[in-house]
């Protein structure tokens, strides 16, 4: 186990579940729209995206900044980078690479940097925050949203009682932990990363899905093969079963209804001006 608690493996990805987040992802794109507003930017700036995904939020992203502006998307997970060059254009690019080693760019080479649900996936959180300091220019943004272990989405608490209804009493535990930082940890590690003006707040975010397998499938390829890992084809078959019986009591009439909570946090690296604001370690 790393820093807080993290470890997962990224060679569980598939071109399957790469295409499926494709198509999913676009819940994640409307979240991640609550990431970009605040970060204010503007024509011609320079942006970061760390754990890009298949590229969206990004394509998007490149649209505000403009003909003069410069998008540069990097994920760890070929089959993802793969999807997003689909997407590429004369100021948008994509690389593989994990936000703890940004060591193929500059000292101060962007404007922004923002994570779209991703910074809980990561290992090394204290080194990512350091490179990103790093790379972003004296007064740059950064914007990220995470999970908080603290605070279980509604599809999680229905998993762990589908894992008991299943008989597998408590393997969630030992076997699927909550990845996320608490907000404590998560201003800690702002702090010690040299941020300033950080600013957070819990948001509720509701996901519709058309049924229990598809936000099954979606969960599977947002956690790139790392989704009940540990259990048999015949387990997850099991808790597949159980899963689907207790989100039914969810349906609307728009479809199964699931909330999820994800904290947005903001902050700046200083500017070097003698006024400026520290946070409290
Ligand atoms: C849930 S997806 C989010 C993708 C994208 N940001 C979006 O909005 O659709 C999480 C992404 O984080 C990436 N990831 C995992 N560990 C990472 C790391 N150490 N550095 C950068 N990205 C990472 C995964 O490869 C995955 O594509």
């Keep these: 186990m790393s820093e807080l608690g993290v470890t997962i493996n990224l060679q569980r990805d598939t071109p399957e579940l790469a295409h499926i987040y494709e198509q999913a992802g676009i819940v994640q794109f409307h979240h991640g729209k609550f990431l970009i507003g605040p970060l204010a930017l503007k024509a011609g700036e320079h942006v970061l995206d760390i754990g890009t995904g298949t590229g969206r939020l990004a394509e998007f992203v490149a649209g505000l900044v403009g003909p003069q502006g410069r998008v540069i998307g990097i994920d760890p997970l070929e089959s993802r980078t793969e999807i997003a060059r689909l997407r590429q254009s004369k100021t948008l690019t994509f690389e593989t690479g994990r936000a703890e080693d940004l060591s193929r760019f500059s000292d101060s080479q962007f404007d922004a940097v923002y994570l779209n649900s991703v910074f809980h996936w990561i290992e090394e959180k204290e080194r990512a925050l350091r490179e990103i300091h790093r790379v972003l220019k004296p007064g740059g943004r950064l914007g990220l949203n995470v999970q908080d272990p603290s605070k279980l989405h509604e599809s999680r608490v229905f998993l762990r009682t589908a894992i008991s209804q299943a008989g ?114």
């Design 168 to 281: 597998l009493g408590d393997r969630h535990r030992e076997t699927h932990p909550v990845f996320g930082v608490t907000q404590e940890q998560l201003k800690a590690l702002f702090a010690a990363g040299g941020f300033v003006d950080y600013r957070s707040d819990m948001r509720s975010l509701v996901d519709v899905h058309s049924d229990a397998d598809s936000q099954f499938k979606w969960s599977e390829s947002n956690a790139f093969g790392n989704f009940l890992d540990g259990f048999s084809r015949s387990e997850r078959e099991q808790v597949r079963i159980a899963f689907a019986r207790l989100v039914e009591a969810k349906r609307t009439p728009e479809g199964i209804r699931l909330e999820r909570y994800l904290r947005f946090a903001f902050a700046r690296k200083p500017d070097g001006s003698l006024k400026e604001p520290k946070l409290p370690a």
